[in-house]
């Protein structure tokens, strides 16, 4: 019996793909540059919660903050660049999955990705390791207590999302039996110009799909 064949990858739809990461990589470049703010705005939320104990363990607590211990428009505001960055990389995730069925080695990427942008997955013990920084741009202690897990998500999803588009490359560019009619872009929300966008709207907060510059870094450990 011969082996059956990897499964099939269209180069347009991969590149559509690469287009949707690439996307999100800019929008982490500018929320990288507010770092500080991102971490002063968390600090500012878990004192009005009374939480100054619990590391900062999960999107769903961030989000939390946000709804409900959030004092001003500023902390707001980079807590939802935080959100709604991860919403997409939730959302590429689901796009990914459509592309292919998937290899042992790229269904392992994916799977890790999704388990990393879940609501309720803990990240208290992630840790983006070098060629990163954002871990070392924290003092000792809030890399190790508090905050180190959480600015260390978007980095290591990033990494492992361009680990399954390399090796999603490698595979045979035939016509693909498993996407959507119209490719990513059919389903994929883009704000109209000159509109807000979605999850920044006054008044609305972001959509989860799980439903269910430069500011001066802190002191260097």
């Known amino acids: 019996m011969k082996n059956r064949e990897p499964p099939a990858v269209s180069t347009g739809t991969m590149n559509e793909a690469k287009e949707a990461l690439r996307s999100i990589e800019q929008k982490y470049k500018l929320f990288q540059q507010q770092q500080f703010t991102f971490v002063a ?9 009374h939480d100054k104990i ?18 001003n428009s500023t902390d707001r505001r980079v807590l939802l660049m935080f959100l709604d960055i991860c ?31 879940s609501q ?14 954002v871990v070392n741009h924290l003092s000792c202690d809030e890399a190790r207590n508090h905050y180190g897990g959480v600015v260390s998500l978007i980095p290591v999803v990033l990494d492992l999302m361009k680990e399954w588009i390399a090796h999603s490359e ?22 109209q110009q000159g509109s807000d966008p979605p ?15 430069a500011s001066p870094p802190l002191a260097l450990c």
């Open 120 to 133: 309720s997955n803990d990240l208290s013990s992630l840790r983006a390791k070098y060629p990163h920084d």
């Open 54 to 71: 619990r590391p900062i363990s999960s999107i769903e607590q961030v989000q939390s903050y946000m709804e409900h211990h959030c004092s």
């Open 199 to 213: 999850a920044t709207r006054p008044g609305s907060l972001p959509t989860r799909p799980w439903g269910h510059g």
């Open 170 to 191: 490698k595979l045979p560019r035939k016509a693909l039996q498993h996407v959507k009619t119209g490719g990513m872009n059919s389903t994929w929300d883009t704000p």
């Open 87 to 117: 919403t997409e990389l939730s959302r590429i995730c689901q796009h990914f999955e459509a592309l292919h069925a998937g290899t042992p080695v790229t269904n392992n990427f994916l799977d890790k990705c999704k388990t990393l942008v």
């Open 41 to 49: 705005a968390l600090e500012h939320c878990r004192e009005n919660a």
